[in-house]
């Protein structure tokens, strides 16, 4: 019975008249919508508790590789010499590729390309904590993702995805992110499935989560196949949702249920 009425909920939130929410869409961080314990907790370094993998994630790029190379080798003593506002401003095009890259795109094409490794597997345990660190590194700056240009398809792509309707439900990202907006959902209240947070700290499962994880979550939420981490799908669709945040800035780690 409880499976049958939530499937009805769902439909209604389907099929539901579309607001104009879309128009005059202003960007609010997903931290706007925590517990002020909450959020205090994700402001203050010590209690915060993804600082671990920010921890773990420094120490990978302090570490030497088997050949003795270092991501300081290049990019200084805790990451000195990083463009921290490049960071803010991925997924970014790559010509050589001819496809938008994201940050863990980039940390491999270091990691194999200039430092000579074997790859590393799309939102490994290794990956993601570097992810973090550098996004940590650029906490504060603002997201700037293009959407003009070449990235221009890629955009489109994701933003036809994002408002794709999925699985026996049919339900679309823009169903519970824009339109059902402020809605409360299973005790967590909708809000605008922004990026700037990730890597995330969820308190449900106690771990870091990446953002092609949270996004397989939310498809498995109402019931349709998820894509995997990496592929083309969630990339033009991290350029999107990215972009739709375009003026935030970067909370990462974020605290989320
Ligand atoms: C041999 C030098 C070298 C090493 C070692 C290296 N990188 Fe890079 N990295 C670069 C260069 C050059 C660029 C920027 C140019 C570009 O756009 O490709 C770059 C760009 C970046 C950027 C984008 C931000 C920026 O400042 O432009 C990140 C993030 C990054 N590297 C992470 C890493 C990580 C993590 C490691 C270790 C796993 C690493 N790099 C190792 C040379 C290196
Ligand atoms: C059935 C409703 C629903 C649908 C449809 C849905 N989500 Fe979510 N989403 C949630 C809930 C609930 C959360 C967790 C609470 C929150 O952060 O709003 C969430 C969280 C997120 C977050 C994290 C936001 C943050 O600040 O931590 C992102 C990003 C996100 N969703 C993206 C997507 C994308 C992309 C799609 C489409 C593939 C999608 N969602 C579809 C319900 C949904």
Not at 94 to 122: A, H, K, S
Not at 229 to 234: F, L, N
């Amino acid at each position: 019975m409880k499976e049958l009425s939530q499937g009805v909920f769902w439909l209604l939130l389907a099929w539901s008249a579309a607001s104009p929410a879309e128009q005059n869409f202003t960007p609010v961080s997903g931290s706007a919508f925590l517990s002020g314990q909450m959020r205090e907790m994700q402001e203050d370094d010590f209690a915060n508790p993804g600082m671990d993998v920010v921890d773990y994630g420094r120490s990978l790029f302090h570490k030497a590789d088997e050949e003795g190379h270092r991501c300081t080798d290049c990019h200084g003593e805790d990451g000195r010499k990083l463009n921290l506002q490049h960071i803010a401003a991925y997924p970014v095009y790559d010509p050589g590729q001819e496809r938008p890259i994201t940050l863990q795109d980039q940390v491999n094409i270091c990691w194999e390309e200039r430092m000579d490794n074997f790859p590393l597997v799309y939102d490994c345990r290794e990956m993601v904590g570097l992810e973090t660190y550098l996004k940590y590194l650029a906490r504060g700056q603002t997201i700037a993702v293009k959407t003009d240009g070449p990235v221009r398809p890629f955009y489109e792509a994701g933003k036809k995805l994002y408002h794709q309707r999925f699985g026996q439900l049919e339900m679309s990202c823009y169903h519970c992110h824009d339109q059902h907006r402020g809605a409360w959902l299973r005790g967590q209240q909708l809000n605008q499935g922004q990026s700037n947070g990730f890597p995330v700290y969820r308190l449900s499962t106690s771990r870091v989560t990446s953002l092609h994880r949270r996004f397989s979550e939310c498809l498995a939420s109402f019931r349709a196949e998820p894509f995997l981490p990496g592929s083309d799908e969630y990339i033009n669709l991290e350029v999107y949702v990215t972009s739709r945040g375009n003026g935030l800035k970067i909370e990462t780690p974020a605290i989320r249920d």
